[in-house]
């Protein structure tokens, strides 16, 4: 899990666009049973954004997160694979997908 945590290091900071919003990898959450990305839209208008307890605390741009794969496990997320490129992309695949 070491090795896969330190490849998708490497996406933190690139960016995308999906559906006409621009999105930019933020952090990698150290999940179970699968790490997953956090994206944030830069140039997003700031949200209210809820605690654990659903009260509003603070404002801040929205964030997205995403699984590795797709919904059936058998590839990468396509975003994943966008903000990967081939090289990276091709990696990835070959450690998360057996």
Request: charged fraction near 30%; avoid cysteine; aromatic fraction near 0%.
């Amino acid at each position: 899990m070491d090795t896969l945590l330190q490849t998708l290091g490497t996406l933190v900071g690139r960016e995308t666009e999906v559906e006409g919003v621009r999105l930019q990898v933020i952090e990698i959450l150290d999940a179970h049973p699968l790490p997953r990305v956090v994206l944030g839209e830069p140039q997003g208008q700031a949200e209210i954004q809820a605690d654990q307890h659903g009260d509003p605390r603070r404002r801040t741009r929205r964030t997205h997160t995403l699984s590795l794969t797709d919904e059936d496990g058998t590839d990468l997320n396509p975003v994943i694979r966008a903000l990967a490129g081939p090289e990276l992309a091709r990696r990835l695949k070959d450690q998360l997908i057996p």
